[in-house]
Every structure is written in C-alpha cells, then in structure tokens.
C-alpha cells in the first residue's frame, strides 16, 4: 500500500482490582506511511534546529481597566533569579484604548519590591499613558535591577488631568 498518511487506533484497557473495574481509551493518532524497505514507522518528529526557544520570557496579560476600557498585555524577561542576589528585570508591553471619549486614556501602572526590601514594601515603577482610540497601541519597555517582585494595574486616566479612574486589580508578574 502507498499512502502518505495512516491512521492508527489503539485502545488500552485497564482492569481494576478482581477484574471489576475495566476503562476502555481510544485515540487516533496520524503517523506518516510506514518505509517499505524497513517496514518501520518512525513516531517522534524531526527537530527544527532553526527554531529556538527563550525561556527566560514570561507572558503576562492581557488586563484590563474595570468595564473594559483599557487593556494591557506583554512579556518578563528575568536574567538572574527573583530570589538570588542580583538580577535584571525587563518588562515589555503593549497598551490599548478601548474607550472612544477623546476626554478617557488608557493607562498602566508597575510596581516593584526590591531584593532586601521589607515584606509589603513597593515602590514605584514606569507608568504608561494612551489616548488613541481604535489606534495601534502603544509599545512600552523599562529594566529594573535587584527586583523581587512586579505588579501591574490597567485603568483610565483623563487626558488633561491626571486623576485615575475605573481601575483595574494589581496582578502579580510573572504568574507562573
């Protein structure tokens, strides 16, 4: 037979204690067409050597201001660890308006603890604010050194005054 693609059905079944108990699985699983000259079928794929993979980036988001008006998303790219000596913290984003009064922005806030620093204590860190509706969003970046921790919160911010309103809840960055 000359097929590209077979289709393989396997079902194991597990018996339980005296036989009494019996679970049945079945699955399908595509495998490429099995080598006529070997007769074997080679089951783990090929890797790709072009592609890498940064485990140092954490996703966080997407947040959002109360009722959804604004919304934030990113990455963390920690070098060093959050519980070791030193370290350097990199947190990129993006922010978006979703609100269309030209007189609401969207706005985010970080927060950071230092290494050292007493438990509960945080400090200030880069804000970010965005008043173009239906617009790409804004890119934002900023490092810190010696962090342990990082917090973010998405709200809205007047265009012309700088009084927060519909916040958003502090998250913790990264989540895992």
């Not at 597990?14 to 399908?28: D, F, S, Y």
């Not at 030193?86 to 990129?92: A, E, F, G, L, M």
């Not at 970046?141 to 012309?160: N, T, Y």
């Not at 700088?162 to 958003?168: I, L």
């Amino acid at each position: 037979m000359h097929r590209s693609i077979r289709t393989l059905l396997a079902a194991a079944v597990i018996a339980g204690a005296g036989g009494a108990t019996v679970l049945t699985v079945a699955a399908a699983v595509t495998l490429p067409a099995a080598s006529a000259s070997t007769g074997t079928v080679t089951l783990a794929p090929t890797p790709d050597p072009t592609v890498t993979h940064d485990y140092d980036d954490y996703p966080w988001g997407p947040y959002f201001a109360r009722h959804q008006l604004a919304k934030a998303r990113g990455t963390i790219r920690i070098e060093g660890s959050l519980a070791g000596e030193s370290n350097k913290v990199t947190v990129k984003g993006e922010l978006r308006d979703l609100d269309h009064r030209p007189h609401k922005c969207a706005y985010v806030e970080f927060k950071v603890q230092r290494l050292g620093a007493p438990h509960g204590k945080w400090y200030e860190a880069p804000s970010y604010k965005w008043c173009h509706y239906g617009e790409h969003a804004k890119e934002f970046v900023f490092r810190k050194h010696d962090v342990s921790a990082v917090k973010v919160r998405v709200s809205q911010i007047g265009k012309h005054d700088h009084r927060v309103s519909n916040k958003g809840e502090w998250y913790s960055i990264p989540e895992a």
